[in-house]
C-alpha cells in the first residue's frame, strides 16, 4: 500500500531522514521507534506532504507528489502528538470534523459527523464543545474522528498517546485497534516506547540519527 523508496529529507542543509525505504501493507502497522530528534515524525510530515522531500513516497503506486492535497487526504491523514494543539481554539468540535467535508464538497455532513463521534466513543453533546472544554482523552478521540472523517485508508499516528495519562493512553490505544479491525485502516506509528509500537503494529523500525535500522516483529 505504502512505499516510501530512498526518503531523504533535509531543512536548511541538515539531513533529518536520510536515505529510507520502507513498506506497509495494506491492513498492516509499521512502527517507528527512536529518540527525539531521530527524524521519525519527520517521516511522517514528509508522506503528509508537510515537508518537501527526495525519493519517492508511492501510495497504491501513486506518486503522493503527483497528488493535489485533497487527493492526498482522501487517501492518508495524521493524528498528531498534542490534540489541543492540532485543534483550532475557537472551533468548536462539530466545526473541525464539518471542515474537511466542507472543502470536499461533501453533502451527507452531518451523517458523516454523527458515525465518526460514535466511531471514537464520544457522544453528540460534546460537537457544540471548544477544545478547551475537552479532556485531553476527549480531544484526541476528537482528533481522530476528524482523520476519519474522509475514511481513508492509511492513518499516521505522531506520538498519539505521549499527552495522555496512562490510564487514558490505555483507552486510546484500545480505540486504534478497535478502528483498525473495523475500517482495515493500515497505520504507520511513530513512539518514543517500544511498547505502545508493538502493541499495534505489526512490524518495528529503529530510527537513529536520522536512518532506518530494521528491527522486526
Known amino acids: 500500500m505504502l512505499s516510501l523508496r530512498n526518503l531523504t529529507v533535509a531543512i536548511d542543509g541538515k539531513i533529518l531522514v536520510d536515505n529510507?525505504?520502507?513498506?506497509?501493507?495494506?491492513?498492516?502497522?509499521?512502527?517507528?521507534?527512536?529518540?527525539?530528534?531521530?527524524?521519525?515524525?519527520?517521516?511522517?510530515?514528509?508522506?503528509?506532504?508537510?515537508?518537501?522531500?527526495?525519493?519517492?513516497?508511492?501510495?497504491?503506486?501513486?506518486?503522493?507528489?503527483?497528488?493535489?492535497?485533497?487527493?492526498?487526504?482522501?487517501?492518508?491523514?495524521?493524528?498528531?502528538?498534542?490534540?489541543y494543539g492540532s485543534m483550532h481554539p475557537r472551533h468548536t468540535v462539530a466545526r473541525a470534523l464539518a471542515e474537511p467535508l466542507i472543502i470536499h464538497g461533501m453533502a451527507d455532513r452531518q451523517e458523516r459527523i454523527d458515525q465518526a463521534i460514535a466511531e471514537v466513543g464520544l457522544t453528540g453533546d460534546l460537537l457544540g464543545r471548544y477544545p478547551h472544554q475537552l479532556?485531553?482523552?476527549?480531544?484526541?478521540?476528537?482528533?481522530?474522528?476528524?482523520?476519519?472523517?474522509?475514511?481513508?485508508?492509511?492513518?499516521?499516528?505522531?506520538?498519539?498517546?505521549?499527552?495522555?495519562?496512562?490510564?487514558?493512553?490505555?483507552?486510546?490505544?484500545?480505540?486504534?485497534?478497535?478502528?483498525?479491525?473495523?475500517?482495515?485502516?493500515?497505520?504507520?506509528l511513530v513512539a518514543h516506547t517500544p511498547a505502545i509500537v508493538a502493541r499495534l503494529c505489526e512490524r518495528i523500525g529503529r530510527m537513529e540519527n536520522g536512518r532506518l535500522i530494521p528491527d522486526g516483529c
Open 20 to 83: 529510507i525505504s520502507l513498506d506497509v501493507a495494506a491492513g498492516d502497522s509499521f512502527g517507528l521507534v527512536g529518540p527525539s530528534g531521530s527524524g521519525k515524525s519527520t517521516v511522517l510530515r514528509a508522506i503528509a506532504g508537510l515537508v518537501d522531500y527526495s525519493g519517492e513516497i508511492l501510495f497504491e503506486g501513486i506518486n503522493m507528489k503527483s497528488l493535489s492535497n485533497l487527493e492526498r487526504a482522501k487517501r492518508i491523514n495524521m493524528v498528531f502528538q498534542d490534540p
Open 135 to 188: 479532556s485531553g482523552g476527549q480531544r484526541q478521540r476528537a482528533a481522530i474522528a476528524r482523520a476519519l472523517i474522509l475514511k481513508p485508508r492509511l492513518l499516521l499516528l505522531d506520538e498519539p498517546t505521549s499527552a495522555l495519562d496512562m490510564t487514558v493512553q490505555a483507552d486510546i490505544l484500545d480505540l486504534l485497534e478497535r478502528l483498525k479491525r473495523t475500517h482495515g485502516l493500515s497505520y504507520l
